[in-house]
């Protein structure tokens, strides 16, 4: 098979930031000839060329999208970055609503969103939110999204989770399934996932009294970063709660925001 040109990485390259968003610097050429090399293989494939034409041609059977699964990264884990959690607790303790209505924006396998929804059953339980509350989990990959609606995982997966919450919130695989979890039932009730790119206008989803928009920012140039942080933040009710990677900084936006702690800001009234 032929390597990929440097012509055809940039076709690549200006393909997935005009339709998803994603900027890949130049020093990302071999990350994306080690993702979509396998592939081509697996159709038969012999060039990078014959590859872009299929996932721009008019009936691509959805291969673009599996394109998108391939050059995004989505390795994540149970209650990933606590001191997010802790304080997600302390502030809806403080307040105790009656009602609390969480977006994982980028919820990947859905490790944060059932993290969340631990989380939540937990504080239910003691009288600290209303029994009112649900999580809506949305990311651009159809394949993580059907990964997250089975709710299965590896043990190693949740090595952050409490063995008192492994017990109410997870079913041990046995025999086949053996290292395996599945999330409760009474947990995946609540929480809902749907496809969505960030990069595009959205649609009236909220208000959301919190929002995740965890580890994903690092995939977009800074303009492209500030839009979507905007957008999402549009979704989020004033004095309501915005979460980032805590190694992302400070998000440039329009919106107001009051800093709290690495990756964690309060929405403020504009």
Not at 27 to 38: D, H, Y
Not at 80 to 100: F, N
Not at 193 to 204: C, D, Q, R, V, Y
Not at 227 to 240: A, F, I, N
Request: overall charge neutral.
């Amino acid at each position: 098979m032929a390597p990929l040109k440097d012509s055809t990485f940039q076709r690549f390259k200006a393909l997935m930031h005009e339709t998803v968003g994603l900027a890949f610097p130049d020093s990302k050429k071999p990350l994306i000839n080690a993702r979509l090399a396998p592939r081509l293989q697996q159709l038969g494939l012999r060039s990078f060329e014959s590859y872009y034409e299929l996932i721009t041609g008019p009936d691509d059977g959805g291969e673009f999208q599996m394109t998108v699964d391939l050059l995004t990264t989505n390795e994540t884990y149970f209650f990933r970055e606590p001191a997010h959690y802790e304080l997600l607790a302390k502030e809806l303790g403080r307040e105790r609503p009656r009602s609390v209505s969480v977006w994982s924006a980028a919820s990947s396998f859905g490790d944060e969103a059932y993290s969340t929804a631990m989380l939540l059953a937990d504080l239910k339980a003691q009288g600290q939110i209303g029994e009112d509350w649900q999580i809506l989990a949305t990311d651009i990959s159809d394949r993580v999204l059907r990964s997250a609606m089975r709710a299965v995982y590896p043990e190693e997966r949740l090595r952050q989770v409490s063995p008192d919450r492994r017990r109410r919130y997870c079913l041990r695989g046995v025999g086949p399934s053996e290292g395996l979890a599945q999330i409760h039932p009474k947990l995946q009730e609540r929480v809902r996932f749907g496809w969505l790119n960030l990069s595009k206008p959205i649609e009236e989803l909220g208000p959301f009294d919190v929002i995740f928009l965890r580890n994903v920012l690092i995939y977009f140039d800074a303009e492209t970063k500030s839009q979507v942080v905007d957008r999402v933040l549009s979704q989020l009710r004033p004095g309501g709660l915005f979460f980032i990677g805590t190694a992302e900084g400070r998000p440039v936006c329009e919106t107001p925001l009051q800093a709290l702690s690495h990756g964690a800001f309060r929405k403020l009234a504009s």
